[in-house]
């Protein structure tokens, strides 16, 4: 099992910057990849960000692109999402998860098993 706490969401200003924090406990060795997903209000959860576990490898929703960045501390079990000029449009309840077997496609919610209770991000115009 493992468990997922994110945090650092709350309200900014359109263009503004926040980061996020996930921070990763119990068994963390058996996870592949870690990944940041969204839920709005009416919609369906969307990939954002993923990140090899162990390796360097990420990848981004073309949503986010050159605005994010997904990292990670692997002493601390923690991954980040740092997001830069938000736009309205990036509202939202921010989860992280864990794919422990990475045989799938990463930008699926449905290859994640675990994942963060959500940090919402509200921003305003």
């Known amino acids: 099992q493992v468990q997922l706490v994110d945090s650092g969401g709350g309200l900014v200003q359109a263009g503004d910057s926040l980061k996020l924090s996930c921070s990763a406990s119990?068994?963390?060795?058996?996870?592949?990849?870690m990944g940041w997903f969204r839920q709005a209000p009416g919609k369906e959860r969307e990939f954002v960000a993923a990140?090899?576990?162990?390796?360097?490898?990420?990848s981004y929703a073309d949503s986010v692109k050159g605005r994010f960045t997904i990292s990670k501390d692997n002493a601390k079990k923690t991954v980040y999402l740092q997001m830069n000029s938000l736009k309205v449009d990036d509202a939202a309840v921010y989860h992280c998860?864990?794919?422990?077997?990475?045989?799938?496609?990463?930008?699926?919610?449905?290859?994640?098993?675990?994942w963060g209770q959500g940090t919402r991000v509200i921003v305003s115009s």
């Open positions: 998860a864990a794919d422990p077997r990475g045989a799938g496609s990463f930008n699926s919610p449905y290859e994640y098993n675990y």
């Open positions: 119990g068994r963390t060795v058996s996870i592949y990849n």
């Open positions: 990140i090899r576990w162990s390796g360097d490898w990420t």
